[in-house]
């Protein structure tokens, strides 16, 4: 809890048995800034209620049973500084997220995402690390994240990128388009 006696942390990852879902009524926790549900049997839809969460930095819901989109509404989460929802079956597009000019972390690999990168991705200026690998999503990084980014991975062969790395950890060769 907060000074206000507010839920501020949920950390509920690696807790044996724990299934379901996220529950609608996450967005009246309008205080919470980090949520960890992380190598769960989490199931179902990440509900749109997320996006109310506008004071959340945190959101680890990774090694899941997700399915589904990430919620358009996930954009909202400006004060975002850690995203990971890696190893889940989410689908659909990648909502665009240039607003979390915050985010640090954004791991976004193996699910089942398509589409073309969202608009915007410059608007993440403290960016250090995105993982978008084992993703069908093909685009360009833009080359002013390269000032930030420490580490980078991605599917070379679908995403352009002139300062990141393989998933294997070699480097992508330099390439302006996608093949």
């Known amino acids: 809890c907060n000074g206000e006696g507010e839920i501020a942390e949920i950390d509920v990852h690696m807790v044996s048995g724990l299934s379901g879902t996220i529950p609608l009524e996450i967005g009246l926790l309008t205080s ?4 960890h549900l992380a190598r769960n049997e989490i199931g179902e839809t990440i509900p ?3 996006g109310l969460l506008t004071k959340m930095q945190d959101l680890r819901l990774f090694e899941n049973n997700l399915v589904g989109p990430l919620p ?3 954009r909202e989460l400006i004060e975002m500084e850690h ?3 890696t190893l889940n079956a989410l689908t659909g597009s990648i909502p665009e997220l240039g607003n ?8 976004l690999r193996d699910n089942q995402f ?3 990168l969202p608009g915007g991705l410059e608007g993440l200026s403290s960016l250090h690390f995105p993982y ?3 993703v069908e999503v093909s685009g360009t990084l833009p080359s002013a994240l390269c000032a930030t980014l420490q580490d980078a991975r991605i599917d070379c062969g679908k995403l352009v990128c002139s300062c990141c790395t393989a998933r294997s950890e070699e480097p992508c060769p330099n390439n302006s388009s996608p093949p």
């Open 100 to 107: 979390m000019s915050k985010l640090t972390f954004l791991d």
């Open 32 to 35: 919470l800034t980090k949520l």
């Open 114 to 116: 398509t589409g073309k």
């Open 72 to 74: 358009v509404k996930t």
């Open 83 to 85: 995203l990971a929802v």
């Open 48 to 50: 749109t209620a997320i």
């Open 132 to 134: 978008l690998f084992n």
